[in-house]
């Protein structure tokens, strides 16, 4: 019987809304962690489209029973999120040279903070490379095709949404 330590990671983002990139990035740490927590950010200072209660529904839904993943708000720091959570591995998606620079910066603050907790960085198949959760948005309030890009649930959740209000910040320029 093996007595190590789980490995522990957390998926942090702001998930507004889950898409199919964060899908791809969520199952490959499930493949390589014993535990993976998607950690949903509740953001004070931004204002997002869902709520951070329907954006854990998303992630709930989309990974139903999916062992080992699991679901959670946080809030300030994240190092200190994954301390409490016994994590050892700050999980990161990187997409294109665009996001190097700022993901890089803030390894190297997590590190400066927390040297025990490492940051691991993974990319997505090659599919889902040019999507980002304000691309979906721009292009969904436009009348956009993103059937395959996010779960289905979050394009229906958008769908209902639409007959509500329309999303602000419609551009895609
Ligand atoms: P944040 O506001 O923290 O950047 P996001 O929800 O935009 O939150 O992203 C969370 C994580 O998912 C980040 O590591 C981001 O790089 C990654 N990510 C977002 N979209 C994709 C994608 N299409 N492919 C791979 N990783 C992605």
């Given amino acids: 019987m093996s007595t190590s330590t789980p490995r522990i990671a957390v998926c942090p ?44 529904a998303i992630v709930q839904e989309v990974f139903a029973d999916r062992s080992p993943v699991e679901v959670d708000t946080f809030d300030g720091l994240l190092v200190e999120y994954a301390r409490h959570k016994h994590a050892s591995v700050i999980v990161r998606g990187l997409r294109a040279v665009s996001d190097f620079e700022y993901e890089f910066q803030m390894a190297l603050m997590n590190r400066h903070l927390a040297p025990e907790i490492e940051t691991t960085f993974m990319m997505p198949a090659e599919q889902y490379t040019y999507i980002s ?13 993103i059937d395959g890009l996010v779960p289905p649930t979050v394009e229906q959740r958008l769908r209902a949404r639409r007959q509500d209000r329309p999303i602000p910040h419609a551009r895609l320029t």
């Fill in 13 to 56: 983002g702001s998930f507004d809304p889950m898409t199919m990139g964060h899908v791809d990035i969520i199952e490959r740490a499930a493949r390589l962690y014993d535990r993976v927590v998607v950690a949903v950010a509740i953001n004070r200072d931004k204002t997002p489209l869902f709520p951070v209660d329907e954006r854990v």
């Fill in 133 to 145: 959760s304000r691309l979906i948005k721009e292009v969904f309030a436009l009348g956009g095709q």
